[in-house]
């Protein structure tokens, strides 16, 4: 058990849709990620949080948004869902210092239809 | 960002001494080189994290040479349960662009 929690484990919509994914980091953690696999893609980094504030965004599309709350949690959205977005969604989290190893979630399975 | 090459794929049989190894040219002084384990459907794991010579735990293996610019992860008599896709990473800070990793198979 890593310490991470996401929630759901599992998560089936429609396309045009909209939904929330809900991370929970380890705690005392400051630093929360977000990545998406998919088949094709590997492990692609979405977006970092430190402490409330966006600190790196990678490959995150603009129908999607995060945003990481005071009490650390972290919720990533994914809106006008497309079947393309069928994927894996890990988060992952750290105290945020350089080189520190990361902590990663069971991850979300989303399944647009 | 320091870029990593490492090997699609690798098969090995139980029992054999494993070693993979990433390229990583560009790499910056002040980064350290990473690697993480992923079983399907799980997030990566942490195995081992080193700077420069060896670096040896309970699971794995780091071997570093001195110019840095690549990195072998030696895994010791594997075990069917060791297949699985092991990333390399030298990125210092935040990103930690996982890539597309290496899938290793175990066979009996």
């Known amino acids: 058990d890593s310490g991470v929690t996401q929630t759901p484990k599992h998560l089936i919509t429609a396309t045009g849709q909209r939904v929330t994914l809900r991370c929970s980091p380890r705690s005392g953690d400051l630093s929360v990620y977000w990545y998406q696999q998919s088949l094709d893609q590997g492990l692609q980094f979405l977006i970092q949080y430190y402490n409330g504030e966006e600190r790196a965004k990678g490959n995150i599309l603009e129908r999607f948004s995060a945003q990481q709350f005071p009490d650390l949690h972290s919720e990533l959205n994914l809106s006008s869902l497309e079947l393309g977005d069928s994927a894996l969604y890990f988060c992952a989290s750290s105290a945020g210092e350089p080189n520190e190893k990361l902590f990663f979630g069971s991850g979300t399975q989303l399944s647009v239809l | 960002l320091a870029k990593t090459t490492q090997p699609i794929s690798m098969d090995s049989y139980e029992g054999q001494e494993v070693n993979i190894t990433c390229s990583h040219n560009n790499i910056a002084t002040n980064d350290y080189i990473t690697w993480y384990q992923q079983f399907p459907s799980q997030g990566p794991r942490f195995i081992i994290q080193g700077y420069k010579t060896k670096v040896t735990n309970e699971v794995a293996s780091l071997f570093i040479p001195a110019d840095r610019k690549s990195s072998t992860l030696s895994l010791p008599r594997v075990s069917l349960s060791d297949t699985a896709v092991y990333y390399c990473?030298?990125?210092?800070?935040?990103?930690?662009?996982f890539g597309k990793g290496t899938m290793l198979l175990v066979s009996p």
């Open positions: 990473l030298v990125e210092g800070y935040s990103t930690l662009t």
